[in-house]
């Protein structure tokens, strides 16, 4: 399946690949700021719609993961970053796709704080 997302003003379009089968709530201390409920893809499953030079990009900590926000409006609608096999992975942001119904996506709630 693919669904379509955005950022809230709309410069940072996307269309990713595949079933949201659940959604991960992180508590460190950016995720539990951006109140994000990321699902986990390989990179190649998202596509971007607006150039990547629209976006801006944070990164801290061990500077592994590119936080990407639009810096328009400040919506993170996803990150980059490697999975554990070293692939290309995207963390999108499901409260940024359009027409799901978040209260049925079961979200499993990590302790990003602790590590």
């Known amino acids: 399946m693919t669904h379509s997302g955005s950022c809230h003003c709309g410069r940072i379009r996307f269309e990713v690949d595949g079933d949201i089968g659940s959604a991960l ?19 190649a499953a998202l596509r971007l719609l607006a150039p990547e030079s629209d976006t801006a990009s944070y990164t801290f900590n061990k500077h592994v993961i590119q936080h990407r926000f639009c810096p328009t409006c400040g919506i993170h609608p ?20 359009e027409g ?14 602790s590590k």
């Open 25 to 43: 709530s992180c508590n460190c201390s950016i995720c539990q700021r951006k109140g994000s409920l990321l699902w986990f893809v390989p990179r």
């Open 78 to 97: 996803y990150g980059e970053g490697q999975g554990p096999d070293g692939d290309a992975m995207a963390a999108v942001n499901i409260r940024c796709i």
């Open 100 to 113: 799901i119904d978040l209260a049925a996506v079961p979200v499993t709630h990590f302790d990003g704080r």
